[in-house]
């Protein structure tokens, strides 16, 4: 029996700052149902306030408590570790980790840094990893879609100081397990009892069928042609609005 739903945020709501056709309704259909919802994201640019606030401007029914962000599931692994962070992110997402201490750093936080990816902030994390930093990564996308493109995403940074210092990031955010097992805790629900909606064939719906959980690949955002065949059993549907009809939700 499905207990709960897990949305990816663009792509699947949005794309470009608007909400995508029959979205809002949808996911007002889902809050009405009684069915556990979290609205689960690996943005590297937008702190969880400003995430649920833009949702919210948009006509979406949420609460904070409702969202989780990758660079919320990082910056709670540095406090738990009490590590010090070298934050490659991007200047909008600074406020995620503005109460940490940052002097003397321990740790790299890489994310969609989008002009600080250059060689001199790399060679600087790199010369961390060198001493024993760990790596922390928002996630291993490898590309994002905006105005009608496809954009490099954190991953081909990753895996290149994985490959430069010979070590394996700590991803905390899809396509991790930990990331979908702490959303599934949250929510009270077992993996069998959840349906992970998104976009990204890899790191959406993959990747949540790899915990266990039901997927559902929607046609909309960075969708390609032929991408279910990349996540064999994972359910595929138009849009989100299509999917909730589906289900034959009822508000």
Not at 24 to 38: E, N
Not at 97 to 119: H, K, M, S
Request: proline share 5%; glycine share 10%.
């Amino acid at each position: 029996m499905l207990k709960a739903v897990f949305l990816d945020i663009g792509g699947v709501l949005t794309e470009d700052g608007e909400a995508l056709p029959g979205a809002v309704a949808a996911v007002a259909r889902l809050q009405a149902s009684g069915m556990a919802l979290r609205f689960v994201t690996n943005t590297s640019r937008k702190t969880s306030k400003t995430v649920c606030g833009e949702l919210l401007a948009l006509g979406f029914r949420l609460t904070p408590a409702q969202v989780f962000t990758a660079p919320g599931a990082i910056r709670d692994y540095l406090r738990r570790h009490r590590l010090r962070p070298y934050l490659l992110i991007h200047e909008r997402l600074a406020p995620e980790f503005a109460d940490l201490e940052r002097q003397d750093p321990n740790a790299v936080v890489l994310g969609d840094a989008e002009t600080r990816l250059d060689y001199p902030h790399l060679d600087a994390a790199f010369q961390l990893l060198q001493r024993g930093a760990p790596l922390l990564a928002v996630g291993t996308n490898r590309y994002f879609r905006r105005a009608g493109a496809l954009h490099l995403d954190a991953g081909p940074f990753v895996r290149a100081l994985e490959y430069a210092a010979g070590i394996e990031a700590t991803v905390l955010g899809k396509p991790a397990g930990d990331f979908f097992r702490a959303v599934l805790e949250d929510a009270g629900v077992a993996a069998g009892e959840a349906l992970m909606v998104g976009d990204d064939v890899e790191c959406d719906v993959a990747a949540a069928m790899d915990a266990g959980l039901r997927a559902c690949l929607v046609r909309t955002g960075k969708y390609r042609p032929g991408d279910e065949a990349r996540a064999p059993g994972a359910r595929c549907e138009a849009s989100l609005a299509r999917l909730v009809e589906a289900l034959g939700v009822r508000a």
